[in-house]
């Protein structure tokens, strides 16, 4: 049985306030987000070995200086001799080259394993959003699809190979300058210890007000992209309306409250950053001051080995903070995380199908028979024990009054949703029984809003069957009336549309659409006021035209103009049993 596509209460998410997943539901998000993470890992994993060996070297090169320091100054400076001086001193600028030299390779090497982890799990995030179906789409706002693909999952991103990574080079630094101090003087490591203990207890006592701070700081930023998405598609209706001033007021309310919010987050994560710097400096006061009391009372501490010592406190500040900014980018990639699972938590409302396939040559017989539908979480039935039997290669007329129910048959034949009650029938095969890829190549959809993407006119033309040859792609425009445009474009086919097809018509658009429908050769062909924009007689035209292209198709055609009435074999009234 096919999963619901939405195992939160509909109303749950998408909301404003971005709430939670069920837990099961996100136990299910987080194996398939671990499930596409796994293999890309692995991919990656001679370069990260390869990192943490160079990491390793960097370490090394680094443990090294303050015992040079150490030599430079008791062997060199207090015992008079030049010549320590100059080794120790070129030691420490080679050593310096070459952790430049280093880190310039682990750099590069780190770069593309971790933009390839990110950029794969981007690509399978996106693969996932294509399989939910238009009602996933039509709640969701897409400035916060966006923020998700872009900013959450660049967060857990981060954070899974980043932080990770960054954390084990501060390990291994740390463990190099613990067993360095802890040889010259146990009571160093211990105040270092001391210091982490007491950095764990404040960052602990702040981590609930950290990470409500960057759970409403991230929604505030998706309010921001979710507006600009949609008013910067809409700069036509809201110029018609006069609008311009009251839209950009709504921007800066909505910039307000994210700097509110931003500036609070950033003032907390100061604060927990600094910490660990503030601690340390002052281990290093005190070693100066203690160190500097134990010489004056004669005990066998050298200025070298003082020097030494501050240096290796300080070397082990970066590793420390480092290790304590992964506490801070956890509590980022924890909310990241639970906005991701949103997502992948969300499964397909119809299953893919089964292997069955539609008949190699198919007839196009569609039968409905007694189906129901309703959309989740709507009070009312879209559709009610409707039936039809629309024979193979006629006609007809599909017309109902508005909301009734048309459009939401066609997405059920497509199979965008699985219906209630009832089922559909191709060729006297159950639909859900057929490969779901399959059934839309034999079933083409011209929508009453055409779809077109930036590109030339041939390639929207092709974009269902890219293979077709020119020949098939002439025939299909000149039957769908694009021909009749053509000759106005200055470059033909390789006029470029604009985003959206923006540079067409409405009529044009549909007439593009209805092309690239008529080249996938349908067995069964809809159009859903897909000539809505033409007038009656090029409507009527197009009509006989399709049919004269594809005589042995099936043609279902929704539409209120009851004109056309003649040029179908079969008129069906939907309404009947349906919500008015
Ligand atoms: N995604 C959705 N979620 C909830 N209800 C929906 C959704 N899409 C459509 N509906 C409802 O389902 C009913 C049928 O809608 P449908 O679009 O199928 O009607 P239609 O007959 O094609 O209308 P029209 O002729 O105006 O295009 C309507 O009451 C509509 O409000």
Same mark, same amino acid.
């Given at each position: 049985?096919?999963?619901?596509?939405?195992?939160?209460?509909?109303?749950?998410?998408?909301?404003?306030?971005?709430?939670?997943?069920?837990?099961?539901?996100?136990?299910?998000?987080?194996?398939?987000?671990?499930?596409?993470?796994?293999?890309?890992?692995?991919?990656?994993?001679?370069?990260?070995?390869?990192?943490? /060996?160079?990491?390793?070297?960097?370490?090394?090169?680094?443990?090294?200086?303050?015992?040079?320091?150490?030599?430079?100054? +008791?062997?060199?400076?207090?015992?008079?001799?030049?010549?320590?001086?100059?080794?120790?001193?070129? !030691?420490?600028?080679?050593?310096?080259?070459?952790?430049?030299?280093?880190?310039?390779? @682990?750099?590069?090497?780190?770069?593309?394993?971790?933009? $390839?982890?990110?950029?794969?799990?981007?690509?399978?995030? #996106?693969?996932?959003? /294509?399989?939910?179906?238009?009602?996933?789409?039509?709640?969701?706002?897409?400035?916060?699809?966006?923020?998700? /693909?872009?900013?959450?999952?660049?967060?857990?991103?981060?954070?899974?190979?980043?932080?990770?990574?960054?954390?084990?080079?501060?390990?291994?630094?740390?463990?190099?300058?613990?067993?360095?101090?802890?040889?010259?003087?146990?009571?160093?490591?211990?105040?270092?210890?001391?210091?982490?203990?007491?950095? !764990?207890?404040?960052?602990? %006592?702040?981590?609930?007000?950290?990470?409500?701070?960057?759970?409403?700081?991230?929604?505030?930023?998706?309010?921001?992209?979710?507006?600009?998405?949609?008013?910067?598609?809409?700069?036509? @209706?809201?110029?018609?309306?006069?609008?311009?001033?009251?839209?950009?007021?709504?921007?800066?309310?909505?910039?307000?409250?994210?700097? $509110?919010?931003?500036?609070?987050?950033? %003032?907390?994560?100061?604060?927990?950053?600094?910490?660990?710097?503030?601690? =340390?400096?002052?281990?290093?006061?005190?070693?100066?001051?203690?160190?500097?009391?134990?010489?004056?009372?004669?005990?066998?501490?050298?200025?070298?080995?003082?020097?030494?010592?501050?240096? @290796?406190?300080?070397?082990?500040?970066?590793?420390?903070?480092?290790?304590?900014? =992964?506490?801070?980018?956890?509590?980022?990639?924890?909310?990241?995380?639970?906005?991701?699972?949103?997502?992948?938590?969300?499964?397909?409302? &119809?299953?893919?199908?089964?292997?069955?396939?539609?008949?190699?040559?198919?007839?196009?017989?569609?039968?409905?028979?007694?189906?129901? #539908?309703?959309?989740?979480?709507? !009070?009312?039935?879209?559709?009610?024990? #409707?039936?039809?039997?629309?024979?193979?290669?006629?006609?007809?007329?599909?017309?109902?009054?508005?909301?009734?129910?048309?459009?939401?048959?066609?997405?059920?034949?497509? $199979?965008?949703?699985?219906?209630?009650?009832?089922? *559909?029938?191709?060729?006297?095969? +159950?639909?859900?029984?057929?490969?779901?890829? !399959?059934?839309?190549?034999?079933?083409?959809?011209?929508?009453?809003?055409? &779809?077109?993407?930036?590109?030339?006119?041939?390639?929207? *033309?092709?974009?269902?069957?890219?293979?077709?040859? +020119?020949?098939?792609?002439?025939?299909?425009?000149?039957?769908?009336?694009?021909?009749?445009?053509?000759?106005?474009?200055?470059?033909?086919?390789?006029?470029?549309?604009?985003?959206?097809?923006?540079? %067409?018509?409405?009529?044009?658009?549909?007439?593009?659409?209805?092309?690239?429908?008529?080249?996938?050769?349908?067995?069964?062909?809809?159009?859903?006021?897909?000539?809505?924009?033409?007038?009656?007689?090029?409507?009527?035209?197009?009509?006989? $035209?399709?049919?004269?292209?594809?005589?042995?198709?099936?043609?279902?055609?929704?539409?209120?103009?009851?004109?056309?009435?003649?040029?179908?074999?079969?008129?069906?009234? %939907?309404?009947?049993?349906?919500?008015?």
């Amino acid at each position: 049985m096919a999963a619901p596509e939405l195992h939160l209460p509909p109303v749950a998410w998408p909301a404003p306030a971005g709430a939670a997943a069920t837990d099961d539901a996100r136990a299910q998000g987080l194996r398939l987000l671990r499930g596409w993470m796994a293999p890309l890992l692995r991919g990656q994993a001679w370069r990260f070995i390869a990192v943490l /060996l160079l990491s390793i070297a960097a370490v090394a090169a680094g443990l090294a200086q303050p015992l040079l320091t150490k030599a430079l100054i +008791d062997d060199g400076v207090l015992a008079r001799d030049p010549g320590a001086i100059a080794r120790a001193g070129a !030691a420490m600028a080679a050593l310096a080259l070459g952790a430049l030299l280093v880190g310039v390779l @682990c750099r590069r090497l780190y770069a593309q394993a971790s933009l $390839r982890v990110l950029h794969g799990l981007k690509e399978a995030l #996106f693969a996932h959003l /294509l399989t939910l179906s238009p009602a996933f789409h039509a709640r969701v706002r897409q400035g916060d699809l966006l923020a998700r /693909l872009e900013g959450d999952l660049g967060e857990v991103q981060r954070f899974a190979v980043d932080s990770v990574l960054s954390a084990l080079n501060a390990v291994l630094m740390l463990a190099g300058t613990l067993l360095l101090l802890g040889l010259w003087s146990p009571p160093l490591v211990a105040v270092l210890a001391l210091l982490v203990g007491a950095h !764990a207890l404040a960052s602990g %006592l702040m981590r609930p007000r950290l990470e409500a701070l960057t759970r409403r700081a991230r929604q505030a930023g998706v309010e921001v992209s979710a507006f600009l998405v949609e008013k910067l598609a809409a700069v036509r @209706c809201i110029q018609t309306h006069g609008a311009e001033g009251r839209e950009a007021a709504r921007l800066a309310g909505l910039h307000a409250a994210l700097r $509110r919010e931003s500036i609070a987050l950033q %003032l907390l994560g100061q604060l927990a950053n600094g910490l660990p710097n503030l601690l =340390l400096s002052l281990g290093v006061v005190a070693i100066f001051v203690f160190g500097s009391l134990a010489m004056l009372k004669g005990e066998a501490l050298t200025l070298g080995m003082l020097v030494a010592f501050a240096t @290796c406190v300080q070397r082990a500040s970066a590793p420390v903070q480092s290790l304590m900014g =992964l506490w801070l980018s956890w509590q980022r990639a924890k909310v990241a995380l639970e906005r991701v699972t949103d997502l992948t938590a969300c499964r397909p409302a &119809v299953a893919p199908g089964e292997a069955g396939s539609p008949a190699v040559a198919p007839r196009g017989e569609v039968e409905f028979q007694n189906l129901s #539908f309703t959309y989740p979480g709507a !009070a009312r039935p879209a559709l009610v024990a #409707f039936s039809a039997r629309i024979p193979a290669g006629t006609a007809v007329l599909l017309r109902g009054a508005s909301g009734c129910g048309k459009s939401t048959l066609v997405d059920l034949l497509h $199979r965008h949703f699985e219906p209630a009650a009832g089922r *559909i029938l191709l060729d006297g095969q +159950d639909v859900r029984r057929l490969d779901r890829a !399959a059934l839309r190549r034999r079933v083409a959809v011209v929508s009453q809003e055409a &779809v077109l993407f930036a590109g030339t006119l041939g390639e929207n *033309i092709r974009y269902g069957r890219p293979q077709a040859s +020119d020949e098939e792609v002439h025939r299909a425009a000149e039957a769908a009336g694009v021909a009749e445009f053509l000759p106005q474009l200055d470059q033909g086919w390789q006029t470029v549309v604009g985003p959206r097809g923006a540079t %067409l018509s409405g009529g044009q658009r549909q007439r593009v659409a209805l092309a690239r429908a008529l080249l996938m050769a349908p067995a069964v062909l809809v159009v859903d006021e897909g000539t809505s924009a033409l007038d009656e007689a090029l409507e009527r035209r197009t009509l006989r $035209r399709i049919a004269e292209l594809l005589p042995g198709c099936t043609r279902v055609v929704v539409s209120h103009r009851s004109a056309l009435e003649g040029e179908f074999d079969q008129v069906v009234e %939907l309404g009947a049993g349906a919500p008015a």
